[in-house]
């Protein structure tokens, strides 16, 4: 069975950081692109960041930019987003995912080019 299981999330205060990390089991991820995903209550959930699967190549949302850092280990299957200077609108569950493709060669946003899901990780960023 695959899982892809996300840890790391908490409460912090604005311009504090936290480390998600997602790891995933049931299947090696190692060609498919993996990605960040966020919820907050009432809205869509929407991309954050994406990494390719070799070279590292990685596409950020513009609210993500210069601020939150995704990164991988496909030794340990499990992918990471380092979030800093962390701001209340940061506030929302975020999930990880990996692409129901293997080695596609642009980092897709579309929730629909994501087969596999965790269950997501609270992040609570007070003001």
């Known amino acids: 069975q695959v899982q892809l299981a996300e840890s790391g999330g908490g409460l912090v205060q604005a311009g504090g950081s936290l480390r998600l990390s997602c790891a995933a089991s049931?299947?090696?991820?190692?060609?498919?692109?993996m990605a960040w995903f966020c919820q907050a209550p009432g809205k869509e959930r929407a991309f954050v960041a994406g990494?390719?699967?070799?070279?590292?190549?990685?596409y950020y949302a513009d609210s993500a930019k210069g601020r939150f850092t995704i990164s991988r280990d496909n030794a340990k299957n499990t992918v990471y987003l380092q979030m800093n200077s962390l701001k209340a609108e940061d506030t929302a569950v975020y999930y990880c995912?990996?692409?129901?493709?293997?080695?596609?060669?642009?980092?897709?946003?579309?929730?629909?080019?994501?087969?596999?899901w965790g269950q997501g990780t609270q992040v609570s960023v007070s003001s």
């Open positions: 049931g299947r090696t991820f190692s060609s498919h692109i």
């Open positions: 990494i390719r699967w070799r070279g590292g190549n990685t």
């Open positions: 995912a990996a692409d129901r493709r293997s080695q596609r060669i642009v980092v897709v946003t579309t929730i629909d080019e994501y087969g596999y």
